[in-house]
Structure formats: structure tokens, C-alpha cells
């Protein structure tokens, strides 16, 4: 391993094990560096509330079928039977968790999914400031109904992020006929999950954008190493789940990353208006950032309470590598290819 690569390793370890007991973390309370506040409530109601330009960041993991996030279909989900979730195949040697079941969302369905969005991103772009970045998950079925909408609300589509991780089924033998059709996958088993990056026009230049708002570009892992949009991943695993149990938890070692990225002097608030059980709102806390989280439902918003200060102590493994390879897994020990001198827009 180069010594360089070397340097940029140890940043990153500073970057996923930052000690939040250091930052005197603050629960609730006043938006200062290093503060979160969460609120039960609907996500659409709180923005509608919020101020234009008050929030420099939106990273989110939104119910992208919406159906799995309905009352019936949690209550199926919570006994473990029917509806949209589905437990995927093992292929690792672990237990998987439920996933929902993307390919039953009807017509209906799909155009609720749209009107969805686009109520998110007219909100979004009022309340971000110019040059804040909207960071949303989605997955390879559905990213267009998510995406379409967002642009047409007024963000630049900036690229995605490719989260490497095996989270969907797919690969299966045609439904009762898998004997019949041993060599054929109905579709391929996923390998990655895509989540979106947009921003909301810059004033001017990126430079004039960072003096006056403090965003318009992503946060470099270093001086040497720009943010990679590639980022192998793994689930949320043991420790994780247990401390933050939800169906969609998604890991700290990817989510720190991420939100890091997002400011890119670290300065802002990050909203996350679908917190589910805190992930981003753990990673800000865990990076130092200030940051609000949203959820609707009793039951995930009193684990998101509990789970957050506990989720941004876990020390989680991490190294940087041709792509960020982070929990633990393998990755190209090159030094990453960096473009310093390109000029951003
Ligand atoms: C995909 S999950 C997010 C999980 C999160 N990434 C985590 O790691 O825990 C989406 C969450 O959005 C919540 N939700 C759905 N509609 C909402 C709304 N209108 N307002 C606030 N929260 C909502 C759901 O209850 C669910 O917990």
C-alpha cells in the first residue's frame, strides 16, 4: 500500500469514527454546530413550515413505494406476514431482512409515487439554500418516477452515487416454472443501489455560491482525494439493527460518507425529512454537522430517539480505496485517480 493511500486511510477512519462526547452533542434545541433535532410529524406539513433558504442539505431515504409505508402494510410487516415485504434469499450466511416487494406497484400506484415526488421537490428547492445538494436513495426499478419530478421542480441533476450493495432481490427462475427454465434469471440480481444527486441552481459561481451560502459543491474526503461516487457498502448488520431496528436502516459506514459530502465546508444544516430510525441524522451527529430529522410514524421516531446518539459513537470500519470501500470489504489498494485541476460548475 502506497503511503499516500496510507494518509488518505487515516483520514477516512477520522471520518467514520469521529467521538461525538467530544462536540458536546445537544439533543432538541437550538440548530448550533453539532446539534440535531428530530420531530414527529408529517414531512410535507414541517416543510411547508420552514423557512425559504434555512437548510443546506437534504440527504433522504423516502418510502420510494410508498405502498410499504402505509399503515396495512406495516402491520404486515410488524407480524411477519403478507403484503408488499418479503424476506430475499440468503446468499451471504445472513439472515436477510424484509424488503419491499417493488414489482407489484400498479399504474395507480406508480402515479402516486410521481405526484409524491414532485410535492417533495417543490418543497425541497423553496426550502434549500442555491447550491444545496438533494442526496436521495432510490433503487434501479423506480429511480425515473423519483428522478423526472425532482428535475422538474427546478435541480440540476448532478449525477448518482452508486452504493455496491445486494440489498433487492431479482435472479430468480421464472415463478413455477424454474425447473422448466433452469438457465434463465427473470431479472438480474441487483448489485447496487443508486441514490440521486441534485442541486439547486448555484447564485453566480461555485466560488461566489460557497462565500455566500456555503454550498454548490461536495465536501473532499481530503485535499487530495475528491468525493468518489462509487462506494462499496454492505447492509446494516448485528450491532446496527440492534440498536436501530427498521426494515430500511441503512448503514453508518456508507450514510458518514454521505452526509459528509454534503457540505462542502461543513457548514449548514442537513435535513433528512424520512429519517426512519436516525441514520442520517447518527452520521451528521457522528461528522460534527448540524442536522433535523422528520418521521411520521410513533414507533420509528422512538427508535430514531434512542438510536441516534448510540448509532454516532459505533466505531465502523473504513478505508479508502479505488472505490471508498467501507465496512470491511475488499477493494482495489490503488491510490484513487484524482482531477484537482478541473474546474467544477
Ligand atoms: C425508507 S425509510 C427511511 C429509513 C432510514 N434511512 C433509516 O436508516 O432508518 C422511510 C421512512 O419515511 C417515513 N415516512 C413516510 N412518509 C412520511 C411522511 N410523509 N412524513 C414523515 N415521514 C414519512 C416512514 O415511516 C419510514 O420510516
Redesign the pocket.
Known amino acids: 500500500m502506497s503511503g499516500g493511500l496510507t494518509a488518505l486511510n487515516k483520514i477516512t477512519d477520522t471520518i467514520l469514527n469521529y467521538n461525538p462526547t467530544e462536540q458536546g452533542v445537544k439533543k432538541r434545541g437550538a440548530e448550533s454546530a453539532g446539534s440535531y433535532t428530530l420531530h414527529l410529524s408529517?414531512?410535507?406539513s414541517w416543510l411547508e413550515e420552514r423557512d425559504e433558504n434555512s437548510v443546506h442539505a437534504i440527504v433522504t431515504?423516502?418510502?420510494y413505494g410508498l405502498k410499504e409505508?402505509t399503515d396495512i402494510e406495516k402491520a404486515k410487516l410488524r407480524k411477519g406476514r403478507g403484503g408488499v415485504w418479503r424476506v430475499p434469499p440468503s446468499f451471504d450466511g445472513c439472515k436477510r431482512s424484509p424488503v419491499p416487494r417493488f414489482t407489484v406497484l400498479t399504474e395507480t400506484d406508480i402515479a402516486a409515487l410521481r405526484a409524491f415526488f414532485e410535492k417533495f421537490a417543490k418543497q425541497a428547492i423553496r426550502v434549500l439554500v442555491p447550491g444545496g445538494h438533494v442526496i436521495i436513495a432510490t433503487n434501479p426499478l423506480l429511480s425515473q418516477y423519483v428522478y423526472i419530478p425532482v428535475m422538474e421542480a427546478g435541480f440540476e441533476k448532478r449525477g448518482e452515487i452508486i452504493r455496491l450493495v445486494q440489498t433487492l432481490r431479482g435472479g430468480d427462475r421464472p415463478k413455477n416454472a424454474h425447473k422448466e427454465f433452469t438457465g434463465v434469471s427473470v431479472m438480474p440480481r441487483s448489485g447496487w443501489e443508486p441514490w440521486g444527486l441534485f442541486r439547486k441552481p448555484c447564485e453566480g459561481r461555485v466560488q461566489d455560491n460557497l462565500r455566500k451560502w456555503s454550498t454548490g459543491g461536495l465536501r473532499r474526503v481530503s485535499g487530495e482525494g475528491p468525493f468518489l461516487d462509487v462506494i462499496r457498502s454492505s447492509v446494516a448488520r448485528g450491532e446496527e439493527r440492534k440498536i436501530?431496528p427498521?426494515p430500511?436502516?441503512?448503514p453508518q459506514a456508507f450514510m458518514r460518507q454521505v452526509v459528509r459530502a454534503a457540505l462542502p465546508l461543513g457548514k449548514g444544516v442537513v435535513l433528512d425529512?424520512?429519517?426512519?430510525?436516525?441514520?442520517?441524522i447518527a452520521a451528521a451527529l457522528a461528522v460534527g454537522y448540524t442536522s433535523i430529522g422528520?418521521?411520521?410514524?410513533k414507533t420509528?421516531f422512538q427508535t430514531a430517539e434512542k438510536a441516534v446518539p448510540s448509532l454516532a459513537e459505533m466505531k465502523v470500519k473504513g478505508a479508502l480505496s479505488l472505490v471508498s470501500s467501507v465496512g470491511g470489504e475488499g477493494g482495489a489498494t490503488e491510490r484513487p485517480k484524482t482531477n484537482s485541476h478541473r474546474k467544477g460548475r
Open positions: 408529517d414531512a410535507f431515504d423516502p418510502p409505508y436501530a427498521h430500511s436502516l441503512k425529512p424520512f429519517m426512519g430510525a436516525g441514520s442520517t422528520i418521521e411520521h410514524d420509528y
